[in-house]
């Protein structure tokens, strides 16, 4: 038994250390391809008109020993060994920090959390020592709104930086691989061939993002480690043949010497040495599709290695080459053998593409992440993998970042106002990011706070310089990435407010089951068959839409079921605790209120999916008897009751063609044709066969379900028969009279172009005849 138990486990971690290697493979492919490809534009950028006229090595060794430092402080240091350990169960990137604190503290803007909400398996939260300082500290968060609204702007902040590290760097990679061309064309020529042939490879990039990277996949690690190893190679190359001694140059004397001995000119550089480290947030941000185990391995065992061999391998080469500097071919190809220049051309080009895939992809998780939390207006958004969740695809999204791509590189035609502009993009994504997780060390991880003053202090520091070195170069490029950061933040910032002041109007204009029942003795209202589901956003009471729709149409279905669609500040919730169900008023009305919880990464299931587990856990909750009184039952009082899957209750649909058993499987028509005498005479067509769906609910058998409890499963199965119908809202929107021009301006015109121009809300697939909205005017 000893043996087969030490077999059986040495197989396991086999298995285990096999899934990891995997991982750290496909990693490559995914997240370094930006990183991996920053030697193209680096060196070219840091050395600009301020110290292009090197005379001695000095200046190249301080560029160097500053590279080097950054890449193994950044990356190395801050990324895989602190922030990775940030992730929100497994999750990672700026807006899963935000929500990790909204999770810990009560911070969310929207009112809607509960109790049960807390008691979510990925919750995990540790509840903070009294009279500590994070217990103070998330005292003070949840009690002052002006600070909530700091930290939500903060978050936007760094999540529209990212969509425009988006725009930029797909840009920037491609003209940079692009500049290869100065070696087959001719001077006179090579300015007219290389933004056409950057703006077709981009164009034919975006175009491809439709078919999802689970198609290409299998292609990105072996391109991303193929560049690597080159670079890795060449840079041996150089340091072997030109200066075998550049290592002298990692000792951080020879920064400090650069910086002390340049003063401006040095601090100016700072902006290009900035672009060694554009992609060490996608480590971060890309988290969920991986391990941390996995992007550790793949970071530091090939891909630092290979980048630190090839910044090494362009200094040496340049400590011999003073004057290609002023030379029109100064950059990364200068440095290869010209024998290679061709083959490692094609490569350098399909590695800015695989890298320009990463940061796509990552702009679509995070705008999909924002759009579940009400920060960003409802967009498409399409799964291109069945096993892969965070890979997706938003049309709207790619068409509109392919624009500004072009955009950007017909404008400048030129990698160092690119650099400058894509430097500015990521650096105060990492000063967002250094923010936040000082929150997290005091708040979620329970450290002490000098710990996190500690880490801002280092990493924070070393930040800000770059950030003021590339505010610097504001005129000279980096104006871009404020702008785009202005109108996306805008954009999220208003479709925010507008969606809390609708969900503030729900709130103060529900109505109570009581009302309801002394309006229906009035109006007289009826009951038809079938199920009716009301979408609505409050968690508790009747929403305001109902009551506007009852009272000009006074009827309703047999069952109705108050549906609200839930997102909770994690990235997954468990099936068996996906929905929570509860009665409106006593057992005889037929009224139920069903939240179903969705995590930020979460994938919805479609329209008959999803009313089979609906239906499901309705039943399941009359079964179990979680509610069993006649009396009115408060609002709160809902049951955790999970899909299909995970309880007793099974369901199964046959095809039903009777025409006695099934009403209107059958329809007839009269119809006026032409008889082949020519007369006219009325003759009667059938319409084929209908096929209908009749559902049965399997109940083991108990005696703790009663007569009433079983008399209304077979109601919810009656109307379940009769179909489903999807009652939604179509809010307008308008400001209150007396309103502030700036508030009028928001809401009237900002908010409701925002509104008009995104989709539905999109829950689930709602079949067109099925559905029916119902419109009415919100005045906030």
Not at 710 to 724: D, F, I, K, Q, Y
Not at 755 to 774: D, G, I, Q, W
Request: some cysteine; hydrophobic content about 45%.
């Amino acid at each position: 038994m000893d043996l087969e138990s030490r077999t059986h486990r040495n197989s396991a971690k086999r298995e285990s250390w096999k899934t990891v290697l995997t991982l750290a493979y496909q990693s490559l492919g995914v997240v370094y391809g930006d990183l991996s490809t920053s030697p193209l534009y680096v060196f070219r950028n840091t050395f600009s008109e301020a110290i292009n006229h090197t005379e001695t090595n000095e200046e190249i060794y301080g560029v160097l020993s500053l590279v080097f430092w950054t890449l193994t402080l950044v990356p190395l240091l801050k990324y895989v060994l602190i922030v990775l350990k940030a992730d929100d169960n497994g999750e990672g990137g700026t807006f899963a920090l935000y929500s990790l604190l909204c999770r810990h503290a009560k911070v969310s803007s929207l009112p809607n959390c509960q109790v049960a909400d807390e008691e979510l398996y990925e919750y995990k939260n540790e509840i903070a020592p009294e009279r500590s300082f994070a217990s103070r500290l998330k005292s003070t968060l949840e009690k002052n709104k002006v600070l909530q609204r700091i930290l939500l702007v903060l978050a936007l902040i760094g999540t529209s930086m990212v969509i425009g590290d988006g725009v930029l760097t797909p840009a920037l990679s491609v003209f940079s691989a692009v500049s290869g061309l100065e070696f087959s064309v001719s001077n006179e020529n090579y300015r007219y061939v290389e933004v056409p042939a950057a703006c077709i490879i981009l164009i034919g990039l975006f175009a491809l993002q439709h078919y999802g990277t689970h198609r290409v996949g299998f292609l990105f690690a072996p391109i991303v480690i193929t560049w690597l190893f080159c670079i890795g190679a060449i840079g041996v190359y150089n340091i072997l043949h030109w200066n075998h001694h550049i290592y002298k140059a990692l000792s951080p004397y020879y920064f400090f010497q650069f910086l002390r001995n340049t003063q401006n000119e040095g601090w100016m550089a700072l902006g290009g040495i900035l672009l060694c480290i554009t992609g060490s947030e996608a480590m971060f941000a890309d988290l969920g599709h991986f391990s941390q185990l996995s992007i550790k391995i793949a970071f530091t065992s090939v891909v630092y290695p290979s980048l630190i061999l090839a910044y090494m391998g362009q200094a040496a080469y340049l400590t011999r080459h003073h004057d290609v500097q002023n030379d029109r071919h100064f950059g990364f190809y200068i440095s290869v053998p010209e024998k290679l220049r061709l083959p490692v051309f094609v490569i350098a080009i399909l590695a800015a593409v695989v890298g320009s895939q990463a940061i796509i992809t990552g702009t679509f998780s995070i705008i999909k992440q924002c759009s579940a939390l009400s920060c960003f207006p409802r967009v498409k958004v399409v799964h291109t993998s069945s096993k892969i969740h965070g890979q997706i695809y938003i049309p709207e999204v790619n068409w509109l970042l392919m624009l500004l791509c072009l955009a950007v590189t017909i404008g400048f035609r030129d990698t160092k106002h690119m650099g400058n502009a894509t430097g500015l993009a990521f650096i105060t994504v990492m000063l967002v990011t250094t923010s936040l997780m000082s929150l997290v060390i005091v708040l979620c991880w329970h450290k002490n706070v000098l710990l996190a003053l500690g880490f801002v202090f280092v990493f924070g520091t070393i930040e800000a310089l770059f950030f003021s070195a590339s505010l610097i170069k504001f005129l000279e490029g980096a104006w871009v990435p404020v702008a785009l950061a202005f109108v996306f933040h805008t954009v999220m910032y208003v479709w925010h407010y507008g969606t809390l002041k609708k969900y503030e109007f729900d709130v103060q204009n529900k109505v109570s089951i009581s009302w309801l029942l002394k309006l229906g003795a009035s109006i007289g209202i009826v009951r038809v068959r079938g199920i009716g589901l009301i979408h609505t956003d409050l968690v508790s009471g009747i929403p305001a839409i109902f009551s506007h729709f009852v009272t000009n149409l006074p009827a309703f279905h047999q069952v109705l079921v108050f549906l609200c669609i839930k997102h909770v500040p994690v990235p997954h919730v468990r099936p068996e605790e996906r929905f929570l169900v509860g009665r409106v008023g006593s057992r005889d009305f037929r009224l139920y209120r069903c939240i179903v919880r969705y995590g930020y990464r979460d994938i919805h299931k479609d329209d008959i999916e999803f009313e089979n587990d609906l239906v499901c856990s309705i039943a399941e909750f009359i079964r179990s008897g979680s509610s069993s009184s006649d009396e009115f039952e408060k609002d709160d009082k809902m049951a955790v009751v999970g899909t299909c899957s995970t309880h007793s209750i099974l369901m199964s649909e046959d095809s039903v063609g009777d025409v006695d058993n099934v009403d209107t499987a059958w329809t007839s028509e009269v119809k006026e044709i032409k008889s082949p005498a020519g007369t006219s005479e009325p003759v009667e067509i059938k319409s084929p066969h209908v096929s209908r769906k009749r559902v049965r609910f399997f109940v083991p058998e108990s005696p703790k379900i009663d007569t009433a409890a079983m008399r209304e499963l077979e109601e919810l199965t009656e109307a379940r028969e009769s179909g489903v119908a999807y009652i939604t809202g179509q809010p307008y929107m308008k400001a209150k009279l007396g309103s502030s021009m700036l508030k009028k301006l928001v809401i009237n015109y900002v908010y409701e172009f925002l509104r008009r121009n995104s989709r539905a809300p999109s829950f689930v697939t709602v079949p067109h005849v099925s559905s029916l909205e119902v419109g009415m005017m919100y005045q906030v």
